[in-house]
């Protein structure tokens, strides 16, 4: 039974850290929350994708028109795209005519009335980062052609007539674009002229080295748009730079992003040979790494100026950009760049750290109106924990570490006097991902029943520009690691949690930073891996297209370094991993193929380590279900109770496997 009492001075009840009831429920998490995402702006019209876990995950277009919010794909449509493996802009949407990829099949649909007409019917092509021609007639997409079983997706950029009347199974688009590795970002200019896009081949990753193309962009009477004459704007002289997320502003002059001054910044590109032009040089970064197709960190706006999203030490920031000066703006907490709404205001994803997230509109300097809200929290100001951003040694000597540190919070509870809160300790994916101040039930799960948590923005992360991202060049399982454990020293040398209680969880990339970890240091007491990688030699032979040579960046070229490899598996740590793990697996996960936590698991009992292994049916990287999510934040709550013999009786039992005669070879 969990030991009570209530303090006389505060009114709060005390109980043991890790064991307070929290009103943060797994129905909230898992059924009563959608994640929203895309907004775009179309006249009046304000568009974004909400996924919903109650209809398994299904991603919903909706829109917001009049005072009036509808949903404009019906069931069973799923708007997403699998291009890349994680997807990104799905849909376009010009003069209220929408084109929007269906996830399930890959297939490309219209909408011009109520009801959706069928473009292409995918047959092993999938689209995304849909753009609309200028007059709306055409649309620019990329495509991934997997009709080839035994070769790599083919990429192209491709343009489809939405006005011509074809046969939807023979309908592919026509090819503008072709022979480049990866290709993204179809941009046209407002007056038809010319078309942008940036491309890259192996084994370069779209942060590593890019390059931002332009062609003239011609049409003759009805037939498709082609391209002539490209040159390349940037990113072709040697060096490697990351030129990302091109734009053309409103007097139809090229804007992109680089990060050839060691940041991502916003410059402007003339369509000749001109060297390009910094708009507003900054030591902060104006950009975001391409895992996903469609992200926008900037916006021309009419009058000339540009808004920008800026992220400095991590946090973000709205500013305005004209004639080379800086202007803070108040517009909330966006994750990404707000878009301008015809007649006034923006309209963008807030995403603030002590509410759900939300689809607003509004003005600068003026509480937004908020279209909607993934979920209305049943949380009272206490029960909310803050991100502190702090700032540790590095323990290689070479500056700062940077984490977003978030105390326990609960408005009925708090700790025993004298008392330190055990400590989850958060490692992000990618690994080339960053740790965010956003609101997030991976935080407020644990903070309101007694845990504190660090979310570690380890070497590699973005955010704090390229020279920390390319700390965990050929470091991955080094770096990432080596931060972690220094992040947790920190918290347990000033006395802010328990040393003796520290847990670790992450998923993908982040699952090898959590077993790397538990094998390197005595500092954890268990440890989750949500679709980790455990296996880098099988990574390097068995993954998709978009991550196909990241390794060889992260860890070296395979087969060359395969002693490397070796090393940095945490299949080849096993021996030194003493304390229980959890694995949660998605059975369709094609990033990080069952297999990898399958051969973990099996070498762990076979050593005497207690462990589990939950699969779960339907779902990839990442998990969408309700009953999926619900179970996986379940089962790692109990897992962390049992594991720190926590005095309260767990809703399920993790049942933890060893080997009854572990073989010790």
């Not at 009046?44 to 009036?68: C, F, K, M, N, S």
């Not at 023979?170 to 896009?197: C, E, I, Q």
């Not at 991976?442 to 700390?471: H, I, P």
Request: charged residues 20%; negative net charge; glycine residues 10%.
């Amino acid at each position: 039974m969990t030991q009570s009492s209530t303090s006389a001075t505060t009114g709060t009840e005390v109980r043991p850290y890790g064991t307070w009831p929290s009103p943060v429920s797994a129905a909230l998490v898992a059924g009563k929350t959608v994640s929203l995402s895309d907004v775009r702006v179309d006249g009046r019209d304000i568009y974004w994708i909400e996924g919903r876990p109650a209809e398994g995950g299904r991603r919903v277009l909706v829109r917001a028109r009049a005072g009036q919010v509808d949903d404009v794909t019906p069931a069973p449509f799923d708007v997403g795209t699998r291009v890349h493996e994680y997807g990104g802009g799905a849909y376009a949407v010009c003069q209220g005519v929408i084109a929007f990829s269906n996830r399930r099949d890959g297939s490309l649909w219209l909408v011009e009335g109520e009801t959706p007409r069928c473009l292409s019917t995918g047959a092993g092509l999938w689209y995304a980062d849909l753009t609309f021609s200028p007059d709306g007639r055409f649309v620019f997409c990329v495509r991934e052609d997997h009709r080839a079983e035994d070769e790599e997706p083919a990429a192209a950029i491709v343009v489809l007539d939405c006005t011509a009347t074809v046969d939807p199974a023979f309908n592919g688009g026509t090819p503008l674009v072709m022979g480049p590795d990866f290709l993204s970002s179809p941009r046209p200019s407002p007056d038809g002229r010319y078309m942008a896009w940036i491309e890259w081949d192996h084994p370069a990753m779209p942060w590593d080295a890019t390059r931002l193309r332009v062609a003239t962009l011609l049409q003759e009477g009805d037939d498709p748009p082609r391209l002539a004459a490209p040159w390349t704007a940037a990113g072709d002289d040697g060096q490697m730079e990351s030129v990302i997320e091109p734009c053309w502003d409103t007097a139809g002059r090229l804007l992109a992003l680089s990060d050839r001054s060691g940041w991502w910044n916003l410059y402007r590109f003339d369509t000749t040979s001109s060297p390009p032009v910094a708009l507003a040089p900054m030591e902060a970064e104006i950009g975001q790494p391409h895992w996903v197709f469609g992200l926008r960190s900037y916006v021309p706006l009419a009058d000339g100026s540009i808004l920008a999203m800026v992220i400095n030490d991590g946090d973000t920031r709205m500013v305005s950009i004209r004639d080379g000066m800086v202007t803070p703006l108040d517009l909330g907490h966006p994750s990404g760049c707000p878009v301008p709404v015809e007649g006034d205001g923006f309209a963008w994803l807030d995403a603030p750290s002590d509410n759900a997230a939300a689809v607003v509109r509004g003005l600068p300097g003026h509480a937004p109106q908020v279209l909607r809200r993934a979920t209305e929290l049943p949380l009272a100001a206490a029960d909310i924990a803050r991100p502190a951003p702090i700032h540790f040694p590095l323990p290689d000597g070479k500056g700062t570490g940077h984490a977003f540190f978030y105390a326990p919070a609960n408005a009925r509870y708090r700790g025993p006097d004298g008392e330190r809160p055990p400590l989850v300790v958060v490692a992000h994916g990618g690994p080339t991902g960053r740790a965010n101040p956003a609101f997030s039930f991976k935080v407020q799960w644990w903070t309101s029943r007694g845990f504190a948590v660090v979310d570690v923005n380890y070497g590699g992360s973005t955010g704090f520009g390229r020279a920390y991202r390319q700390r965990l060049e050929r470091q991955w399982g080094v770096v990432d690691v080596d931060d972690c454990i220094a992040a947790c020293q920190y918290l347990a040398t000033t006395g802010q949690v328990d040393p003796a209680r520290i847990v670790t969880r992450g998923s993908s990339a982040g699952g090898l930073t959590v077993l790397l970890a538990l094998a390197r240091s005595s500092l954890f007491a268990a440890g989750t891996s949500l679709y980790g990688v455990t296996d880098l030699r099988a990574l390097a032979q068995d993954t998709h297209k978009f991550e196909s040579r990241y390794l060889d960046t992260l860890v070296g070229p395979y087969p060359a370094d395969e002693a490397t490899y070796l090393a940095r598996s945490p299949i080849t740590q096993v021996a030194d991993i003493r304390v229980p793990v959890l694995f949660l697996q998605g059975l369709d996960d094609r990033v990080v193929p069952p297999a990898q936590a399958r051969s973990m698991v099996a070498a762990l009992r076979g050593r005497g380590v207690p462990c589990a292994l939950y699969e779960f049916e339907g779902e990839g990287h990442g998990f969408r279900q309700e009953s999926t999510i619900r179970q996986a934040w379940e089962l790692e709550l109990a897992f962390y109770q049992q594991v720190l013999r926590l005095p309260v009786s767990p809703a399920l039992h993790v049942d933890l496997i060893a080997d009854p005669q572990p073989t010790h070879a």
